[in-house]
């Protein structure tokens, strides 16, 4: 019998895909207007106090999220006690990597404006981020 994943837990992936986009990557969002100051995964302090700080548009694209979307991964998926359920959730996942991926491309092109910018392809980065998950679940499948 296959169980359904309830509302709770499908609500509960998507409030710590909304947490890590309002603390990780919200920030980058006023980078030239306020400068950025975030914490790293390992929890060192980045901080970009102007526009003209070196590195502070590049830290976002060279693992910077990374980290936190596979310790979201590695937490949520062993908290799901049901393989049929995790399944379910897989959905909720990708859309959350779709999601703040999205915001972060979206930050490249509007913020940090260049001559004719285009939104950044994030397909590649989603696909890791989903071969990550996939390799989650299949480790709870064995």
Known sequence: MTMQIDSGTRQRIRDKF??????????????????VEVRAYDGSLLSYPDTGAVGAREILWNNYIEPFLEQLCR???AAI???SMLKQAR???????????WVMADI??????????????????VGRMVA???DCIARRAA
């Open 18 to 35: 909304s947490k890590l986009l309002w603390d990780q990557v919200r920030p980058f969002a006023y980078l030239d207007t306020d400068g």
């Open 75 to 77: 937490t949520e998926t």
């Open 81 to 83: 006690s049901d393989l």
């Open 91 to 101: 959905v909720d996942f990708i859309e959350g990597f779709i999601r703040i991926y």
């Open 108 to 125: 490249h092109r509007t913020h940090w404006p260049r001559p004719f910018a285009t939104r950044r392809d994030t397909s590649d980065e």
């Open 132 to 134: 990550f998950l996939d």
